[in-house]
């Protein structure tokens, strides 16, 4: 993980640099950029279950439209869609009850296995910003999203199910360029459309970038 986070970083530099070459200030309601994620489950505000392990990066595309503008706030409508990909396994094979069903042992030998959970999301939510100095603002951004889960585990059906994230953020702008760093939780969950349904709750960093148009 470290590895791609160095490679993403050299990235985004390289293009950073490209798009600053000719970059002049303008004044745009619509901005498109892409940030890279990880996160992980636990850690503040959610406690650490012991139960199960959660790891996961994300890569995401962002489109962000002003809706109103008043004084130093500004509300924007942002849709994100994102590909996570998360190792899971469970730690607690005791968590698989005979509820789970007449072959529970076999469930339970089957999700203590490590797997690779791949989610394609769309999240569409707002973001409220505020100005805190000319180039920089902070906001706080919530969405949900449909997401198709391409693996069973013994917290979630494979399928159809949503992400629902809480995020706070730092933007620096340099002409027409966003720098974006954000901070937020997540929660998965099928809202009781398919069992099990026990969901996964991670807290994540991402960073990235935003060109006006």
């Known amino acids: 993980m470290i590895k791609n986070i160095t490679y993403f970083t050299l990235v985004l530099t390289f293009i950073f640099n490209c798009l600053n070459l000719n970059a002049q200030e303008k004044n745009s309601r619509f901005s498109l950029g892409f940030n890279y994620g990880i996160g992980k489950q636990g850690d503040f505000p959610f406690s650490q279950d012991d139960d199960y392990f959660y790891e996961q990066q994300y890569f995401k595309v962002q489109l962000n439209y002003i809706l109103k503008e008043k004084n130093k706030f500004c509300l924007q409508l942002n849709i994100e869609p994102a590909v996570f990909k998360a190792d899971h396994q469970l730690l607690n094979k005791h968590f698989v009850e005979p ?14 296995q490590l797997k690779t959970i791949n989610d394609y999301v769309l999240g569409i939510g707002l973001i409220t910003r505020y100005q805190i100095l000319k180039p920089m603002s902070i906001y706080a ?63 994540n960093f991402e960073f990235g970038f935003l060109v006006e148009l």
């Open 99 to 112: 509820s789970f069903g007449e072959n529970y042992l076999e469930k339970r030998e089957e999700y203590t």
């Open 141 to 203: 951004q919530g969405s949900i999203g449909p997401m198709i889960t391409d693996t069973e585990t013994e917290r979630m059906a494979k399928g159809f199910a949503f992400s629902d994230v809480l995020s706070f953020g730092l933007s620096y702008k340099i002409k027409t360029i966003i720098l974006d760093l954000r901070y937020g939780v997540r929660h998965v969950s099928n809202a009781e459309l398919q069992q099990p349904n026990s969901g996964y709750n991670s807290t």
